[in-house]
């Protein structure tokens, strides 16, 4: 089991990220909230992973806290949620907002994440609420990028809103759903924090 990698972020096109350790590089799938987390390309990262093991592929899944990454495995054990929607639903809220959605029995806030129905919703809130593993509640986000800036021309920054609709999609939601999420968000923001911006919105309805 691979649990944890340390080296250099060499590539990042949401939701996929490329580490190289040693001379290896680790093709990663991470949530939108580690992804707007991590610095510039080139510069050190060390990420807690999980790694799942299929008949045709062995994937591996990175996470900047390590609550996070326990979050999605408890989140994976619940019956109907696979990876990849156990990182829709960390993309579009962090752990502190899942807790509360889930103490709170609000259903309505978690069937805005893609991929999740009222009755996912409700049996995420069953299931979930006596397998939360025994951590404090996690701090306010904070992330270092967000909010980051692309430089550059009109070229570069279409790159950038296109990369994000395209990234809203991997993610479970239809690219009609995605360009409106997206609609206002500043288009000098990076990548990952239009992202992050447009899965904020959705999520505050």
Request: proline content about 5%; glycine content about 10%; some cysteine.
């Amino acid at each position: 089991m691979i649990g944890r990698l340390r080296g250099t972020l060499l590539d990042k096109q949401p939701p996929w990220l490329v580490v190289d350790v040693a001379g290896v590089g680790y093709e990663l799938e991470a949530s939108m909230t580690t992804l707007v987390a991590l610095p510039g390309l080139g510069e050190q990262i060390s990420l807690f992973t999980h790694l799942t093991v299929r008949d045709d592929a062995h994937l591996l899944y990175g996470f900047a806290r390590e609550q996070e990454r326990a979050l999605f495995r408890a989140l994976i054990r619940v019956n109907g949620i696979g990876p990849k929607l156990a990182l829709a639903i960390l993309s579009g809220m962090d752990e502190a907002a899942f807790i509360r959605c889930v103490m709170d029995d609000d259903v309505k806030s978690l069937t805005r994440l893609p991929g999740v129905g009222k009755k996912t919703a409700e049996r995420l809130i069953i299931e979930m609420r006596d397998r939360f593993p025994h951590w404090e509640q996690p701090l306010g986000m904070g992330l270092p990028g967000e909010g980051a800036t692309v430089p550059g021309s009109t070229i570069t920054r279409q790159t950038a809103w296109a990369d994000a609709e395209a990234a809203l999609v991997s993610l479970g939601y239809k690219p009609m759903e995605a360009a409106k999420m997206l609609s206002g968000v500043d288009e000098t923001l990076s990548t990952e924090a239009m992202i992050k911006a447009a899965l904020t919105r959705r999520l505050a309805g």
